[in-house]
């Protein structure tokens, strides 16, 4: 892996380039998914099925090919290991009680007037999740998008996935059981997220659109957005960590390749006051990358994208990785807890040698849907408010209006309007 150090000349011109690690070339596809999006809104179904016949490599013969039966789910459901659906089934439940904590409450109170001010919490009617698949199984992502909606009390939701040559992941679809999903969709990439957005003759037009995927489906969800509301702009995966002399070098290793192993473009990010503990990782790195199923897609990201950045002190560390803000964050020191005050921008902190970022990915309960490419500085992970809207409430008592109506007319007649301030001061004449 690439050693920066903190101190060097060219050390900012090396990090500015860190920096730059979530840049989508959003611009460059723009065009292409503006026309996808179009022909699904004016020809539904049936540009749904030729863009599934372009990018996905099958015909859907009729409007009910495009949805997974129930049926098929309850026996991918029933085939899988017992072990494994256990493991689902303890995913299930932290992941619920964790998001259960979160949700926020209705409220009101009256003032000593008798006046009532307050908040009213509701669910969206409709949520739509895209969640990736084909060949490859990301259970733990349909976990992570349905039971914060579930939480949150969303009436219905509706699952997509890209079914490339018409197959689908059995392990997707016991998850799905296990959830009890039941519109569930054959269709991915900037179409899924069209239908969704504007509904079909098959797929129902939705509140809010959640859910990680490419390039294409990142822009795609840019585009609708004011169509319906979406959770956020997600680039490649990431993890940060923070380490001091205390820290094992296989233990970080394996932690930036964790990262590493998803995605050509994901980066690895390793932030240190100790050089020698640098150098250690750095060979570590190299020696379990032999060892890895996706070697070549993590040693393209290590090489490209990794870095080890050693520093004067763990001030200086914690500065820049609060400026890379990233979307996981490993703090692996003596007392990680007393560092915890100082760091700003994260998606998701994990504290001590025994948290690894894979189990905040799967079972640990917080979400694993986070922000990436630095929008930690303004984002926040997928949860149950993503699918929650608010109403204001406010019931004015006679005396209240009373107390505050003059001030109020006086504002409305220095703006100008006149409708406003008379609808005012007609009750305080009464």
Same mark, same amino acid.
């Given at each position: ?15 500015? +380039? ?24 004016? +020809? ?64 009101? =109170? ?9 908040? %009213? ?32 009390? #969303? ?65 795609? %969800? ?5 169509? #319906? ?15 001091? +002399?205390?820290? @094992? ?24 006051? +100790? ?43 914690? =500065? ?14 003596? =007392? ?40 930690? %500085? ?46 005012? @001061?007609? @009750?305080?004449?009464?």
């Amino acid at each position: 892996m690439k050693i920066f150090y903190s101190s060097d000349d060219t050390f900012e011109a090396n990090f500015n +380039e860190l920096l730059e690690r979530g840049k989508m070339d959003i611009e460059g596809v723009t065009s292409i998914v503006n026309g996808l999006l179009k022909e699904i809104k004016n +020809e539904g179904n049936s540009a749904l099925k030729a863009q599934i016949a372009k990018f996905d490599r099958w015909e859907p013969q009729s409007d009910e090919a495009l949805m997974v039966s129930p049926e098929a789910m309850a026996e991918a459901y029933e085939s899988i290991d017992p072990a494994l659906r256990d493991a689902l089934h303890l995913a299930y439940d932290r992941i619920e009680a964790y998001h259960q904590k979160l949700m926020p409450s209705t409220w009101m =109170d009256e003032d000593k007037t008798g006046s009532i001010l307050g908040q %009213k919490v509701t669910a969206v009617d409709r949520a739509g999740l895209y969640i990736p698949g084909g060949k490859a199984a990301y259970p733990s992502s349909l976990l992570m998008n349905v039971i914060p909606a579930q939480v949150a009390g #969303v009436e219905e939701i509706v699952v997509c996935t890209p079914t490339p040559d018409d197959e689908i992941n059995e392990l997707l679809l016991a998850a799905c059981h296990l959830c009890k999903v039941t519109k569930v969709f054959k269709v991915g990439g900037a179409s899924a997220i069209g239908a969704m957005a504007y509904g079909t003759e098959t797929i129902p037009k939705v509140d809010v659109i959640t859910g990680p995927g490419n390039i294409f489906v990142a822009t795609a %969800k840019k585009l609708v957005y004011g169509e #319906v509301n979406i959770d956020m702009i997600a680039g490649p995966s990431e993890i940060g960590i923070l380490a001091d +002399e205390t820290a @094992r070098e296989d233990y970080l290793a394996m932690d930036l390749l964790s990262q590493a192993e998803h995605d050509e473009m994901a980066s690895s990010i390793l932030i240190t006051t +100790e050089s020698e503990l640098a150098n250690r990782v750095s060979d570590k790195v190299e020696e379990f990358l032999g060892t890895l199923s996706r070697e070549t897609i993590a040693r393209k990201s290590i090489e490209e994208r990794g870095a080890i950045i050693v520093t004067s002190s763990m001030e200086e560390a914690i =500065d820049l990785m609060n400026e890379i803000a990233p979307e996981h964050l490993e703090v692996v020191t003596k =007392d990680p807890m007393s560092l915890l005050d100082s760091i700003k921008h994260a998606g998701a902190i994990f504290l001590g040698e025994n948290t690894p970022e894979p189990v905040g990915d799967y079972i640990a309960g917080p979400n694993h849907t986070l922000p990436t490419g630095g929008t930690a %500085k303004f984002y926040s992970p997928l949860s149950v408010e993503h699918f929650l809207k608010k109403s204001s409430i406010i019931s004015m008592s006679k005396e209240g209006i009373n107390a505050i109506g003059e001030a109020c007319a006086m504002i409305a007649n220095t703006e100008g309007l006149t409708a406003h301030e008379e609808s005012v @001061r007609i @009750r305080l004449r009464d």
